[in-house]
């Protein structure tokens, strides 16, 4: 490259595109600095709906790979469930589908749930174990703790009875 065609490109007058794409990449770096679990498309989400700025995902994704900015909610699957075409022990169908209950303490369901939220970029987790009542569809009890583990199970249980 000729000097002359280098100081040229370095006093040019910046084009209106680039002014356009450093504004875009200034609210990108906001979005991604307030919730770094957010990958692109939630990103062009935001910048629409409370930016007023409406713009293209791959635009959006180019930006995010020049300023190297990835989401952290990507993680690798440990594969904490069985496969179902190999299951170790299948349980007995007691309710067979039928998911009404004619008296209160009838029919109960329980289930655990694992909940992920961020300290900063730091994913932390937590667990919701709930007994349900299917006569008329209410929590009996629930405990939220930080491990998955039997005792979780069997407090909520203790607590509904």
């Not at 952290?72 to 007691?94: D, F, L």
Request: charged fraction near 30%.
């Amino acid at each position: 490259m000729s000097r002359a065609a280098y100081y040229k490109w370095l006093h040019r007058e910046i084009p209106e595109n680039e002014h356009k794409n450093r504004r875009i990449a200034d609210e990108i770096e906001k979005i991604h600095t307030e919730s770094p679990e957010k990958g692109y498309r939630r990103i062009r989400d935001d910048l629409e709906r409370y930016h007023g700025i409406t713009v293209n995902d791959k635009c959006v994704l180019r930006i995010c790979r020049k300023l190297h900015m990835k989401s952290t909610i990507k993680y690798s699957n440990h594969g904490c469930t069985r496969q179902a075409a190999n299951p170790q022990y299948i349980a007995e169908n007691i309710l067979n589908r039928e998911f009404t209950a004619a008296a209160p303490n009838e029919k109960w369901l329980t289930d655990v749930t694992e909940f992920h939220y961020y300290i900063g970029i730091v994913k932390q987790k937590v667990y919701l174990s709930a007994i349900l009542d299917l006569y008329d569809r209410r929590i009996v009890s629930y405990i939220i703790r930080a491990h998955n583990n039997n005792v979780l199970v069997f407090d909520t249980v203790d607590e509904a009875i």
